[in-house]
């Protein structure tokens, strides 16, 4: 009878390693979850290369699927065996002034999952209950992994944007991110535009429903994007302040752009730009539980399907490189023994 489960965690920048560690209960208001599926996200490198003060060894992940196996006390509307997500946000405290003012993504005391707390690169996982996402039977737990964080992110940047049904949505980056993004775009009715450098990607951005495709390599985006009317938003989804600096003009007046790429570069816009035409430079942040639930809904409803390469959890150090390396189509995503009834976890 096994009393550990199998992480991996990160005891130093850039240095993964394979543990067992001991079962923990959970404590107020959390749940266990037996991880099945975690993608492996470019926000890892937060964890992994320490750019966040760290708390060390930590196990990083925060785009997890599993099965909830115990629950703490006080722990209200979720159920042992019950199919379940994390994101990045680990779960709003409900009492700060953000929370109750119902800005829940925005919370003071809220843990980034990996970062603050250990994440789904491991067996089995601790989290919060009041970040759990539900997942739709329909979806496989590997396929609803990413659409925890590169999903919700889309969905929920293009659900509050002030674009209507016809408008013209440019999608800047076609990888982890852009690919749901596109669908998104095109499912929520929008005129859609896809831009990424190269020829390469044209077919795949209209296989994925974009109207139209722009070659940023080959031509100025900004000026392609006036040719088509000019865009309502922009959604940057690559991560770089000079992509959003060169697209900027391609909005229409009262356009937006609307980054969601970290990045350490400065995002340059001049004032003329900004005033005349009366454009936006925002940020969006993942969204909260309920339109996480909803992004799930929306993705099983619409079809909209995540492009993935499965490995085993073993191989996290693996998946982590090929995807720092801009070589995941599109997205890595860890697999336990967990979700085959195979569980190596059993306590
Ligand atoms: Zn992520
Ligand atoms: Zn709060």
């Not at 060390?56 to 196996?69: A, S």
């Not at 150090?317 to 009834?341: C, D, E, P, S, W």
Request: charged share 20%; aromatic share 6%.
């Amino acid at each position: 009878m096994n009393t550990t489960y199998r992480a991996i965690e990160v005891s130093k920048p850039g240095e993964f390693s394979e543990v067992r560690k001991p079962f923990l209960d959970p404590g107020l208001n959390q749940v266990r979850i037996r991880v099945e599926a975690c993608g492996v996200c470019h926000s890892d490198s937060a964890t992994v290369e320490g750019l966040f003060p760290i708390d060390w060894p930590r196990v990083p992940g925060h785009e997890l699927v599993g099965r909830i196996d115990a629950l703490g006390s006080n722990v209200k509307g979720w159920a042992v065996g019950q199919r379940v997500g994390v994101g990045f946000l680990g779960g709003s405290c409900g009492y700060c002034e953000f929370c109750r003012n119902g800005d829940l993504v925005n919370c003071r005391n809220q843990e980034y999952t990996g970062i603050h707390s250990d994440g789904g690169y491991a067996e089995v996982m601790i989290a919060k209950a009041s970040g759990l996402v539900s997942i739709p039977d329909d979806l496989s737990s590997a396929g609803a992994a990413l659409l925890l964080c590169a999903g919700i992110t889309t969905f929920n940047a293009l659900r509050n944007a002030p674009a209507k049904a016809g408008d013209l949505v440019a999608v800047l980056g076609i990888g982890g991110l852009g690919h749901l993004a596109v669908q998104y775009a095109r499912r929520m009715g929008f005129e859609v535009v896809a831009i990424a450098r190269g020829s390469n990607t044209a077919e795949l951005a209209k296989k994925l429903g974009a109207h139209h495709y722009i070659d940023s390599a080959a031509t100025d985006p900004a000026a392609a994007l006036q040719a088509l009317g000019g865009a309502r938003v922009i959604l940057v989804t690559a991560s770089g302040g000079k992509t959003i600096t060169e697209t900027f003009k391609g909005l229409r007046p009262g356009g937006v752009s609307i980054d969601l790429g970290v990045g350490p570069e400065p995002i340059e816009v001049t004032s003329m730009d900004l005033i005349f035409g009366e454009r936006k430079v925002a940020g969006s942040l993942t969204g909260n539980p309920a339109t996480a639930d909803t992004t799930l809904r929306f993705s099983a409803l619409t079809g909209v399907s995540a492009m993935i390469e499965t490995v085993p959890l073993e191989e996290a150090a693996a998946a982590y490189a090929r995807m720092m390396a801009g070589k995941a189509r599109f997205r890595m995503v860890l697999v336990t023994k967990n979700g085959t009834g195979d569980s190596a976890a059993s306590k």
